[in-house]
């Protein structure tokens, strides 16, 4: 099972890790800590030393509740440094978390490889021409409405069963415009209840009937230290143990703001498995 980035083909029936770089003010747990220009490149080189096979960059907060930022100012934050990483790391395999079509654009042309997109297409109906034109790997997620309104929208009657039709009907939509590399991502935290992410994350084997390559992002996610009564800071060992889970259950891509406990998570579970 392989992916196509900048015409280099990644591996992913060995796990990846994709290292966090959040560039926004207000990220629920790493919000304004790389906001100059050698911040960004101690993070970036220390997550890339790690072990991190991507770095994905985010310029819009998708927490609960996120307030709205305009897509100028998206790009406007986001596009200088996919210029300041690539001419830094020429090699840099750089996702890109956006859900609107012309980010994905401005960035790809400045040398992104990958797309991540928490709407899967369903906040701007031209993403998907997009990521076809440029033919690059796409990662759709689950979410329901907006990161302002998702989790006013936890209504299922089966979480698992919807979250997989949703992703088929999803999936048959790309590959009508001729999209290869096509991710999932059931979007723990998006548009579910805590128990609602455990539903899924307890069923996490049947995502494997799509076919495709599944990315798991629980990183210090409410699920993890509502449960244990803590604080995100503090939520890297049940983060650990999530992931670990997660790999037992067929996960390619760990996206992670903690890339050396993970990669230990990925050797571990190699060691046993490969």
């Known amino acids: ?39 960004i490149l101690a993070k970036v080189e220390k997550m890339l030393a790690e072990g991190a096979t991507f770095i994905d960059i985010g310029a819009y907060s998708s927490k609960p509740s996120a307030e709205f930022v305009s897509e100028e100012e998206e790009l406007d934050r986001i596009v200088p440094v996919v210029q300041l990483l690539v001419k830094h790391f020429p090699e ?10 012309e980010v994905a654009r401005a960035c790809i042309e400045n040398g992104a490889a990958i797309i991540n997109d928490i709407s899967a297409g369903n906040l701007d109906d031209k993403m998907l ?15 329901r409405g907006t990161p ?31 999209i290869n590399d096509l991710i999932v991502d059931p979007g723990f935290g998006f548009a579910k209840t805590i128990a609602q992410n455990y539903e899924v994350m ?9 076919e495709l390559p599944m990315l798991i992002g629980i990183s210090r996610k409410s699920m993890i230290h509502k449960t244990l009564g803590i604080t995100a800071d503090e939520a ?20 992670v703001h903690d890339v050396a406990a993970a990669m230990e998570c990925v050797k571990l579970y190699e060691k046993l498995n490969f």
């Open 129 to 143: 021409e997009v990521i076809a034109q440029y033919n690059v790997p796409y990662i759709m997620m689950h979410m």
């Open 148 to 178: 302002e309104t998702m989790q006013s929208m936890t209504e299922y009657e089966d979480v698992v069963k919807e979250v997989l039709l949703y992703f088929s009907e999803k999936i048959s939509q790309a590959r009508s415009l001729g």
């Open 92 to 101: 840099i395999l750089i996702s890109i978390d956006t859900f609107r079509s």
């Open 236 to 255: 890297l060992n049940g983060t650990t143990v999530l992931n670990t889970i997660a790999l037992t259950k067929g996960a390619h891509i760990l996206r």
């Open 1 to 39: 099972m392989t992916i196509n980035c900048k015409g280099q083909l990644i591996d992913l029936s060995q796990p990846k890790v994709m290292g966090i770089l959040n560039i926004t003010p207000n990220s629920f747990f790493d919000g304004g800590r790389y906001s100059s220009e050698n911040e």
């Open 202 to 210: 307890r069923k996490l084997e049947l995502f494997h009937s799509l």
